[in-house]
């Protein structure tokens, strides 16, 4: 006697089309250029230790979005314990690492402190979670220019 929930599909999924590329808002889809900017100049850059990058933030609290853009994007192989991937700028494809950090932009937009925990649970090293919260926070605020 066969089993309902054992019975395959009449046609399994097609692999061969890619996935639609998510959609994100358009405050999302600035953080997301902002950042890719920031990756693009870090990459000639040495790498930043991401607890002094927030300090240094801290003390100047009108430092402009892409001087927090630079930090994060100079913290973030520390945080992820390797190099994220980023596209350059103006790119329509979001990389799997772009749209983890546009989640994580939009949490801390909107002020979703538990979606923006869980997301940096999920990739990031504990005692890196709270700094990069920061950083997101700095870039993702509602009445910062861009």
């Not at 999302?28 to 870090?42: D, P, S, T």
């Not at 932009?105 to 402190?113: E, F, I, K, V, Y």
Request: contains cysteine; positive net charge.
């Amino acid at each position: 006697m066969p089993h309902a929930l054992l019975a395959l599909p009449a046609e399994a999924p097609r692999r061969d089309r890619p996935a639609a590329p998510p959609r994100f808002a358009p405050q999302e889809r600035a953080v997301l250029e902002l950042l890719r900017a920031a990756a693009a100049r870090a990459r000639c850059a040495r790498q930043q230790d991401m607890f002094r990058a927030c300090a240094l933030l801290s003390m100047d609290r009108a430092r402009s979005r892409e001087a927090a853009a630079d930090a994060l994007a100079r913290g973030l192989p520390q945080a992820l314990g390797r190099a994220p991937v980023f596209y350059r700028p103006g790119t329509a494809e979001t990389s799997f690492d772009e749209a983890w950090l546009m989640r994580l932009a939009a949490s801390a937009r909107t002020g979703d402190d538990a979606s923006l925990a869980f997301g940096l649970k999920a990739r990031v090293a504990p005692h890196l979670q709270r700094g990069t919260a920061f950083l997101l926070r700095a870039i993702s605020e509602q009445n910062a220019p861009l």
